[in-house]
């Protein structure tokens, strides 16, 4: 088993493209699983495509679905802020992917991504782990 953890500051960025650095862990070491964490109670990950619309298309459903407004029994932090902590319900905080030949097999489009609704706090650890 071999494993990595990576930093990243999300600032006001909802979505964080951690694609690349997931190619950079796995490249050369074979096949076997790969697992990503994201061990924070407000961040989780997700598969789609970046860069054609659908970032807007996410966050637009996300506010739909889990609104910041004040209607959260979890309340401490920012107005809304509830609402990220109930978003690893549907944007979990853990993948598992196969690894191919040292290679992710996504999808044409498909990207891996962070995503961090809270803007309280902009620091985010990623952990990748592979195992033969």
Not at 94 to 119: E, R, Y
């Amino acid at each position: 088993m071999v494993s990595e953890v990576l930093t990243y500051r999300t600032g006001d960025r909802l979505f964080t493209d951690v694609t690349r650095d997931v190619a950079t862990f796995v490249r050369g070491r074979g096949d076997g699983l790969l697992n990503l964490f994201v061990p924070h109670a407000t961040a989780g990950l997700a598969v789609f495509e970046l860069r054609a619309g659908s970032e807007e298309d996410l966050a637009a459903t996300l506010e739909r679905l889990l609104p910041r407004d004040d209607i959260y029994v979890h309340r401490h932090g920012s107005r809304g802020h509830g609402r990220d902590h109930v978003l690893p319900a549907f944007l979990p905080p853990v993948m598992t992917f196969p690894v191919v030949a040292g290679s992710v097999p996504l999808g044409t489009w498909q990207s891996i991504v962070l995503v961090d609704p809270n803007g309280d706090n902009s620091v985010r650890q990623f952990r990748m782990t592979f195992v033969e």
